[in-house]
């Protein structure tokens, strides 16, 4: 758990939660983005890790690093809102796989470069041709 610029992890221990302070985890990264994507390279090999989010940010940001988070992680972004019927779970690992170590480390500056629906450069030109462009050209990436 965050909480400022502290990290803090809760256990349960014989039946008792124990609170400790994580120093090595200690961020001033102003966005949480990169704070969740810190912290998960810190998880221990072998777990399944869920980040909510509703940020596309966030799985961009997953997929750029995935290459160097530990490879036994199921990382999986959960977003939307069950009582609307929205809720979703995105396999981050399914997606690395299916595009590639290379074009995934292309694509925070890809989205960087095309920023959001509202205030892009690509306004009114869509993510779409610049995508095909990156995807077919071996420099660009």
Sequence with gaps: MN????????KVEDGVVVKREL???FSTDEEADFR???RISSVQPIA???IRTIDTNVLVIALGCFSSLPQELDIW???GVYTKNTLRYINVNQIFQELGQ???LALPTYHAFTG?????SFRRKGKVRPLKL???SESAI
């Design 116 to 120: 959001c629906d509202y205030t892009a």
């Design 23 to 25: 120093r090595a985890m």
């Design 48 to 50: 399944n890790v869920v």
């Design 134 to 136: 990156l995807e077919g």
């Design 3 to 10: 909480c400022g610029d502290h990290c803090n992890t809760f």
């Design 102 to 104: 290379t074009l995934c």
């Design 77 to 79: 972004i959960e977003t």
């Design 36 to 38: 969740m994507l810190f």
